[in-house]
């Protein structure tokens, strides 16, 4: 079974300035995906930003960009320049790619982050 | 492109009586549906997979006579809550995937339902 962990249920940010969320993760699969999803107020779930476990290259869009270390098994988010949209709920997650649980994911506890002005 | 609906977004209902809630997949056919619960301010958690004409798989801890769910075409999937009592309410979210979408495990999430019970 995989599980993923965020230690920050809150952050805070000011506008303009940058800040990294933390996601650790726990798995005895090789190959994976991870993913940012974000759920601002209207509760829609976003996708951020992917990352698959066989690509040594972190992943970016944009603002937003993950530092993944899979021996660590840590996948952070950095937001650049944070906006004050992107005051949200962001979620870690992790899907295999096969196994059991091959299709299902499975998100961290969550991270509130609020940008302030 | 890939888009996912959700109907009703917000549903109230008397303790007692059955809800249903609709996932439809409005420009691509979702093989494969997935529901999750949400509580304020807490992660979502999965409560079944289901596959288009099969029986949904639920996840341990799920009652499968409380919560129906029905995959009857490739763009519907609907979670009935049978007998809803207020500890049933709660944020309901859909999400969907299709075949191409393996190559990165994406699934699509509709706007969810709030079901409240009174």
């Known amino acids: 079974a995989q599980t993923v962990t965020q230690s920050q249920p809150e952050m805070s940010v000011q506008e303009a300035e940058t800040v990294t969320l933390s996601c650790t993760y726990d798995t005895s699969e090789n190959n994976y995906y991870l993913f940012w999803y974000k759920q601002p107020p209207s509760r829609q779930m976003i996708l951020v930003i992917r990352q698959e476990a066989y690509k040594q290259q972190n992943a970016t869009e944009n603002r937003f960009s993950v530092n993944f270390q899979k021996a660590a098994k840590s996948f952070s988010l950095k937001i650049s320049d944070s906006q004050l949209g992107d005051t949200a709920m962001y979620f870690c997650a992790f899907i295999p790619d096969g196994g059991t649980s091959y299709g299902k994911l499975t998100f961290g506890q969550g991270t509130i982050l609020t940008v302030h002005p | 492109g890939a888009v996912v609906s959700q109907h009703p977004s917000w549903v109230i209902c008397k303790s007692g009586t059955s809800v249903k809630i609709e996932c439809r997949s409005l420009?691509?056919?979702?093989?494969?549906m997935f529901w999750y619960r949400q509580f304020p301010k807490q992660s979502l958690m999965l409560m079944a997979t289901s596959n288009e004409g099969s029986k949904a798989t639920y996840e341990q801890g799920v009652e499968k006579d409380k919560f129906l769910i029905n995959h009857a075409s490739l763009t519907l999937s609907t979670l009935t809550v049978t007998s809803a009592h207020p500890e049933d309410s709660s944020f309901y979210i859909c999400?969907?995937?299709?075949?191409?979408?393996?190559?990165?495990?994406?699934?699509?999430f509709g706007p969810g339902t709030r079901l409240t019970v009174l």
């Open positions: 999400s969907a995937s299709y075949p191409l979408a393996v190559d990165y495990n994406e699934q699509f």
């Open positions: 420009d691509f056919q979702a093989t494969t």
